[in-house]
């Protein structure tokens, strides 16, 4: 069953402009770990960020961060002056007990210029 | 520092024909898995290994056959190709099953005529 959900199939933003990506996930364990990974056209996966649950400080790498809210299991990406490389596949996923890692089914971001 | 190899890049197969696509890491991760990529699906788990010796199902294994003989190798087999195996697949690595970095592969794309 698949336990994270992106509702967005596609977005688009205007190079420099600010684009959020949204997550949700479902899990009953109170110890987790979420990422957001990135595919772009050449397919290699890249991690993009990486958030423990446990923090409740918002992951930030670079231009990129999350807007973490545990209590609505909400886990977004929030991408800052975009620019033409960040047009890609972005993949949310969720880690948590056990379990492999559980990813969303992505959402195409297109940067316009 | 080659990463995570898998070979081959590309594969034509007929209904019924068997193959192994191969997958190599030289980090030595204990944790290795494999998922298959599919339009709007996203990412979905078929296999993974949490050292040598060691297997276990994820969410899509039927078709699939795996094993973990040494560190470095987790090979995958389909035993009898079908259409609806026509896929992209990712081998991907980590430190330990437990919430660290996932290291992929740079894909395979399974054509099952």
């Known amino acids: 069953a698949q336990t994270v959900t992106q509702s967005q199939p596609e977005m688009s933003v205007q190079e420099a402009e600010t684009v959020t990506l949204s997550c949700t996930y479902d899990?009953?364990?109170?110890?987790?770990?979420l990422f957001w990974y990135k595919q772009p056209p050449s397919r290699q996966m890249i991690l993009v960020i990486r958030?423990?649950?446990?923090?409740?400080q918002n992951a930030t790498e670079n231009r990129f961060s999350v807007n973490f809210q545990k209590a609505a299991k909400s886990f977004s990406l929030k991408i800052s002056d975009s620019q033409l490389g960040d047009a890609a596949m972005y993949f949310c996923?969720?880690?948590?007990?056990?379990?492999?890692?559980?990813f969303g089914k992505g959402t195409r971001l297109s940067v316009i210029a | 520092n080659a990463g995570v190899t898998q070979t081959p890049k590309f594969q034509v197969l007929k209904t019924g024909q068997s193959m192994t696509l191969q997958c190599a890491q030289d980090?030595?991760?204990?944790?290795m898995s494999w998922y298959r990529q599919d339009p709007g699906m996203g990412l979905r788990l078929i296999h993974y290994?949490?050292?040598?010796?060691?297997?276990d199902q994820g969410e899509v294994p039927n078709g699939y056959n795996v094993s973990r003989s040494t560190t470095e190798d987790f090979p995958l087999r389909l035993l009898s190709a079908a259409p609806s195996q026509t896929s992209v697949y990712f081998c991907?690595?980590?430190?330990?099953?437990?919430?660290?970095?996932?290291?992929f592969g740079e894909g395979s794309r399974l054509t099952v005529l």
């Open positions: 991907a690595s980590s430190y330990s099953s437990v919430a660290w970095e996932l290291f």
């Open positions: 899990t009953s364990e109170s110890d987790y770990y």
């Open positions: 958030q423990e649950a446990y923090k409740q």
């Open positions: 996923a969720r880690y948590s007990g056990n379990t492999p890692l559980v």
């Open positions: 980090m030595n991760h204990e944790y």
């Open positions: 290994s949490v050292g040598a010796g060691i297997t």
